[in-house]
């Protein structure tokens, strides 16, 4: 059964876990040196200080993935968009468990007057990722062709976006 609840301080070592694997295997991620627990620590102090969810999702008492917002941009206008980040233990992909855990941000972040939510997808490639997005009413927005370089190639991004909440329909509190 899964449980998707706010992180705790002592998940750092297995978000570090999760992170480091796409870190050294894959593309949807342009970092290139798995960040240590001490960094991830830091992070997501970050993302609480600016009072943003910051959510994992167990199941049989594991964590198996993690998801969080942060500043789109850090100019005061900016400050109902928020940027997503949602990682899956590679062995739990497909699954459903993204779905739910994505879910669970977007409410989450609705919560604390997020208007705008912005998925970057790394690498066009990365088709569970936009299906994923696509999926919880994410709407394409565009491509920056060839902007990062990892494993010998250029790489794309894909923009994603989702109005949450009045989204621009009123003005913000």
Known sequence: MLTIRPSR????PAITAIYSYYVLYSTYTFETIPP??????NRRADVLKSN???LVAEVADSI???AYCSWFKPRVGYRFSMELTIYLDKDMCGKGYGSQ???ALL???ELVGVRKMIACIGDSTNEGSIRLHRAAGFSHVGIMKSCGW???RWIDVIFMEKSIG???????E
């Open 64 to 66: 198996i993935g993690y």
């Open 52 to 54: 943003m969810p910051y």
């Open 107 to 109: 409410h989450e972040a």
């Open 166 to 172: 009045d989204g621009d329909t009123t003005a913000p």
């Open 36 to 41: 240590t627990i001490d960094e991830m620590a």
């Open 150 to 152: 990892k494993f010998n």
């Open 101 to 103: 855990l994505l879910n």
């Open 9 to 12: 301080e002592d998940d750092i």
